[in-house]
């Protein structure tokens, strides 16, 4: 009896239209175009400025632009799915609210949130629920509106974060292709370097907290970005040895678009050319859990079925890993 595993069938995107370029920013905050270029790689985000908008309107827009390339019946879809660390509200699910705007009537949802390693841990829980038999398709979705969390004052960080949500839908398969290993990991040192401090059961909100703008993103750039160029690289490095794969077996590294040297790191330490490694961090900044997935979308059409990829992100908590997948199926 051959082994069920969990492959991606489709994939789908979105990005809003509005784009705040580096020579924006330069009239904003105390920056300009060649530094934030050189340090991170990105040269312009896309900010939701529809009113009202908040992360389900994106993530509804990318499970809409998958329906529609692939033609599933939203309501064969079993689970419903959504990587975020910017939910519409509090408490009530973002997922639930997602799964009945695009017709998912029959499906189950809730909300994963690990950072920017979201959509990574999301893809473990969704090939588990496919390989354990129970269901039969499940919709993965990440997506941010980190605008709304980011302090545009702030040159640390407004630079970095952009919008946007992509999705990818999980089904079972009997060639051995899809889902092949895993390795994830969490420590919570890496709690006090990337936060929000108040909003939570800590430091409820109050006109002081508001005041203080306690309420956006806070990043100690230096210790993170150590943590991710080691982590990320190690991480990919062991995914690698763990299923004797040589750099010539591998077809794509997959990798969490937060800066554009983390990357070089990551692909530099499993012997990777440039040319074998997905990036789009120019165009779209740090999308959070939205970055896997729209590399997805954005190469679709040069994946091959069989093709071995390599998935690594890195996020607060701290949370990171690695996912080794094969692709699944040739584009249309």
């Not at 400025?49 to 994106?58: M, Q, V």
């Not at 499970?63 to 939203?74: F, I, M, N, R, T």
């Not at 004052?153 to 992509?166: E, L, M, S, V, Y």
């Amino acid at each position: 009896m051959k082994k069920t595993t969990a492959a991606i069938t489709a994939v789908g995107g979105y990005v809003p239209d509005f784009v705040l370029s580096n020579k924006v920013l330069e009239t904003m905050v105390d920056t300009n175009d060649e530094w934030i270029t050189t340090r991170t790689g990105i040269k312009e985000r896309r900010i939701l400025k529809k009113e009202g908008a908040g992360t389900s309107y994106l993530a509804i827009k990318a499970a809409e632009d998958l329906l529609q390339k692939s033609g599933v019946d939203p309501a064969e879809i079993d689970f419903v799915l959504v990587a975020t660390a910017t939910p519409d509200i509090p408490v009530a699910a973002t997922a639930a609210f997602v799964a009945s705007e695009i017709g998912a009537v029959n499906a189950f949802s809730y909300d994963l949130q690990a950072a920017c390693s979201s959509f990574l841990y999301g893809m473990s829980t969704a090939a588990s629920y496919i390989e354990s038999g129970r269901y039969k398709k499940v919709l993965l979705i990440g997506a941010d509106k980190m605008s709304s969390i980011i302090d545009y004052t702030d040159r640390t960080t407004c630079i970095i974060f952009g919008d946007g949500a992509g999705a990818v839908l999980f089904e079972p398969n009997e060639e051995g292709l899809g889902f092949q290993d895993e390795h994830l990991r969490s420590d919570g040192v890496g709690r006090q370097f990337l936060k929000i401090e108040a909003g939570g059961s800590i430091l409820p909100a109050s006109e002081e907290t508001v005041k203080n703008k306690q309420h956006y993103v806070f990043q100690d750039g230096k210790s993170v970005f150590k943590f991710a160029v080691s982590n990320m690289a190690d991480v990919s490095a062991l995914i690698m040895e763990r299923n004797n794969l040589e750099k010539e077996d591998v077809n794509w590294l997959v990798p969490h678009q937060a800066n554009k040297r983390i990357i070089d790191a990551t692909a530099n330490r499993m012997g990777l050319e440039k040319d074998k490694v997905m990036i789009n961090i120019h165009k779209y900044g740090n999308t959070t859990s939205a970055t896997l997935p729209l590399l997805l979308n954005d190469y679709e059409k040069q994946l091959k079925k069989g093709d071995n990829l390599i998935f690594a992100a890195f996020g607060g908590g701290f949370t990171w890993g690695a996912i080794y997948l094969k692709w699944a199926y040739n584009t249309k």
